[in-house]
């Protein structure tokens, strides 16, 4: 099963950025879909973007325009670029990964989890 490692997280202020990571062990990286989801404290884990192995790419609603999500399966690696954050952004992130199917928002079809990283954002 691969194994998922985010970074990147941390303190920024409102309208400001941060650029996630997700690596990703393993020599099959490339048939995988990969995405993020968050969890705000007493808050269940939600979806924010998806990137399937062909490429289709999903995001939600509130982070339409603001975030970007990219993979380069030479790396192993997702990314999850976060421009204009807001504080209601703060969250812990996982990066997940699901061999079977297409991206889904459902976190019980996701087969794999990152230990999570935290964002924090200031007002």
């Known amino acids: 099963q691969v194994q998922l490692v985010e970074s990147g997280g941390g303190l920024v202020q409102a309208g400001g950025s941060l650029r996630l990571s997700c690596a990703a062990s393993g020599r099959t990286f490339s048939s995988y879909n990969m995405g993020w989801f968050r969890q705000a404290p007493g808050q269940e884990r939600a979806f924010v973007s998806g990137?399937?192995?062909?490429?289709?790419?999903y995001y939600t609603n509130s982070v339409k325009g603001r975030f970007t999500i990219s993979r380069d399966n030479d790396k192993n690696t997702v990314y999850l670029q976060m421009d204009s954050l807001k504080p209601e952004d703060t969250a812990v992130y996982y990066c997940?990964?699901?061999?079977?199917?297409?991206?889904?928002?459902?976190?019980?079809?996701?087969?794999?989890w990152g230990q999570g990283t935290q964002v924090t954002v200031s007002s």
């Open positions: 997940a990964a699901k061999l079977r199917g297409l991206v889904a928002v459902a976190t019980d079809t996701w087969e794999a």
């Open positions: 990137i399937g192995r062909s490429g289709g790419i």
